[in-house]
Nanobody
Framework: QVQLVESGGGMVQAGGSLRLSCAAS????????MGWYRRAPGKQRELVAN???????NYADSVKGRFTISRDNAKNTVYLQMNNLKPEDTAVYYC??????????????WGQGTQVTVSS
């Protein structure tokens, strides 16, 4: 019914930048919150950043000042601009959306994940 398609992951040297994109498609009525989570080797999954329909944002302490999340409501798309990347940012990044479908049901949906690798 709903799927999230991610793009923009890859390999970059420390200090470089990447921009992740996630587009939601399907029987969507409204999207309440979209965001990004990540899982690094040996660590549990953590919230990186999210943004609600009114533009209010939330960031993990480890990425504040370096990452910026934004949203295009007309395209059902969320972006994560990642600057000054560090080796500890290496992880699989997952897009998440809490949305209401056209049959008025609200649920969470997940992308398949995209690898971000930062070399030292």
């Amino acid at each position: 019914q709903v799927q999230l398609v991610e793009s923009g992951g890859g390999m970059v040297q420390a200090g470089g930048s990447l921009r992740l994109s996630c587009a939601a498609s399907g029987s969507i009525f409204t999207i309440n919150v979209m965001g990004w989570y990540r899982r690094a080797p040996g660590k549990q999954r953590e919230l990186v950043a999210n943004i609600n329909s009114g533009g209010r944002t939330n960031y993990a302490d480890s990425v504040k000042g370096r990452f910026t999340i934004s949203r295009d409501n007309a395209k059902n798309t969320v972006y994560l601009q990642m600057n000054n990347l560090k080796p500890e940012d290496t992880a699989v990044y997952y897009c998440n959306a809490n949305l209401r479908t056209t049959d008025w049901r609200s649920n969470d949906y997940w992308g398949q994940g995209t690898q971000v690798t930062v070399s030292s």
